[in-house]
């Protein structure tokens, strides 16, 4: 390393130690504000939304398209978008959720069968999880706790065991056992990794399990450990299974070529002539021959286990296409890509319903935040958005490259160092001399600067020699600016040699 290298190496690591400390401070902060906001007394406070993204505050339309849906035992009713979640407040309108989620692209729902206030939301940057049926979602499972491909597609609660998890995700099945602390990758479909759907049999749950993929079934008879691919040529690839507690198992399979049932846990197959392109199958809780059925055309219902289908009434909308269905209570939601519709009379009457809060975001001036949601925001990344994982990757970078110009100046140092008789003035004459050599490196640059400068007037005095008389002016002129340019770097020069001359006497 020379002196110039020397100098750049420094300026380069003074730059990037600034920039992360800046970072990880900003984190370190909002974690411990996180950990104390109730002490600090920052519950309850809120800021100016002025300045904040506005994401926070709005979305493109009031009737945006539902990807997913999902309704408690007891009527709650929550709808997925591409912007953001929605629930069915005590007075039947709907809000949207502004404590967790906000703008993110929901792609799956879940609730917790044993404890409907907790509520699962699968997106594409993770799974996230309330514990008070929504008012705020705080957990935020991402590569760090394991689940290291973030686009949920499927999400699955287990029916006996709350901590028992299923995310399927398209990079595979990921499996966690203690409540979404630790994930583990539990198997991934060849070729095309992608999990569509996971589950549980109804009547064994702990150790049989279904797992829908692109290219098939598979299933597992010891807790997801191992898998093997089922009716491979029984049944093409599945968009939605459903398992019912019977002896033997009864299944319902549906698929773009139609709906297929089982009586004898999958042995053998029935296809049924009446239904086509089904993709969501609804069991009833309290009669195994009750379902309801999504398909492009609309929504079915059998009371006979399949035998029959009776169509439900169309939807108000008669260009909205069915893509989504959930029932709950005395409640059946319709999710469509031109809004939700709602049923209290098991579809033979639906009503469109607004999402409010999405069209209007009001004036900026009146917009508000609470406080601990935006330290939570900023504190997990979700304030950046998708930059996050690009900020975090820059700063390992940056840490990298503190450590790496750390050496080359240190190494530099004990370079010059070596160079030194004098022990007992070491640090004192090591600097002396970089700052010595750092002048010297300057007054070369300027003396390179002043050469090029000599050149140019040289090339002027020679032009002067072959142009005409009246054009003499111009070129003297030209001279005589380059001439007063060229005084000033000489003197500067020699202060400069002044300086360098001092330099040296104070350090014999």
């Known amino acids: 390393m020379n002196i110039r290298q020397f100098k750049h190496a420094r300026k380069l690591h003074q730059v990037v130690g600034l920039t992360s400390a800046v970072f990880f ?74 404590e967790g989620l906000f703008n993110q692209d929901i792609r799956t729902l879940a609730i917790d069968p044993a404890n409907p206030r907790v509520v699962y939301a699968g997106t594409q940057g993770g799974l996230f999880r309330s514990d008070d049926g929504g008012d705020t979602f705080a957990d935020w499972f991402d590569a760090s706790s394991g689940l290291t491909n973030g686009e949920i597609i499927s999400f699955t609660i287990h029916p006996r065991d709350s ?44 150790h049989t ?40 198992e009864f299944l319902y399979a549906a698929a773009e070529s139609g709906l297929y049932k089982s009586f004898n846990g999958g042995r053998s197959w029935v296809k049924d002539t009446g239904i086509s392109s089904p993709h969501t199958i609804l069991p009833s809780p309290a009669d195994l021959s009750t379902l309801t059925l999504a398909t492009e055309k609309g929504a079915f219902t059998t009371r006979d286990g399949g035998d029959t289908w009776q169509a ?18 005395k409640w059946l939601l319709a999710g469509t890509p031109r809004g939700l519709f709602a049923s ?8 469109e319903t607004i999402l409010n809060g999405t069209a ?31 900020l975090v990757d820059l700063a ?26 004098d022990e007992t003035a070491l640090e004192v004459e090591t600097d002396r001399e970089i700052v010595i050599l750092e002048t010297a490196s300057d007054l070369s640059d300027e003396s390179l600067a002043i050469h090029d400068m000599i050149e140019h007037i040289g090339n002027h005095l020679e032009k002067c020699k072959s142009v005409y008389l009246s054009r003499e002016k111009k070129e003297i ?23 360098l001359e001092d330099i040296s006497r104070s350090g014999k």
Do not use: C
Not at 218 to 225: A, I, L, N, V
Not at 313 to 325: A, G, H, K, V, W
Not at 398 to 415: E, N, P, Q, S
């Open 163 to 206: 901590d028992r998890l299923y995310a399927g995700t398209a990079g595979g099945l990921f499996m966690s056992d203690d409540g979404g602390e630790f994930w583990a990758l539990a198997f991934a479909p060849p070729d095309e990794p992608a999990v569509h759907g996971i589950v549980p049999s109804a009547g064994d749950p702990d």
């Open 25 to 98: 401070i900003v984190l370190a902060v909002s974690g411990v504000l996180l950990m104390h906001y109730d002490t600090l007394g920052l519950n309850g406070k809120v800021v100016s939304g002025r300045f904040l993204p506005e994401k926070y505050f709005s979305v493109d339309s009031a009737k945006p398209a539902i990807q997913a849906l999902a309704i408690s035992r007891q009527g709650t009713g929550y709808a997925g978008t591409a912007h953001g979640l929605y629930r069915r407040e005590g007075d039947g309108a709907w809000a949207a959720i502004k």
């Open 344 to 351: 209290s009379d098991g579809g033979n009457h639906w009503q």
């Open 312 to 329: 439900t009434s169309p939807l108000p909308d008669t260009r909205s296409r069915l893509t989504q269905l959930a029932a709950g209570g």
């Open 477 to 499: 002129d030209e001279i005589g600016r380059h001439i007063t340019t060229l005084d000033r770097k000489v003197h500067h020069l020699m202060e400069r040699l002044g300086e």
């Open 209 to 248: 399990l279904y797992l829908l993929a692109a290219r098939g079934t598979y299933r597992s008879e010891d807790g997801g450990k191992t898998w093997q691919p089922v009716w491979g040529h029984a049944l093409p690839p599945l968009t939605a299974l459903v398992s019912l507690h019977a002896d033997p």
């Open 396 to 421: 390992t970078v940056g840490l990298v490259a503190l450590v790496v110009t750390g050496f080359m100046i240190t190494f530099y140092r004990k370079k010059v160092k070596s160079r030194k008789k």
């Open 360 to 390: 209007d975001a009001g004036d900026k001036t009146d917009r508000q935040m609470d406080l601990v949601k935006l330290i939570t925001e900023i504190h997990t990344g979700r304030f950046f958005g998708n930059y996050f994982m690009l």
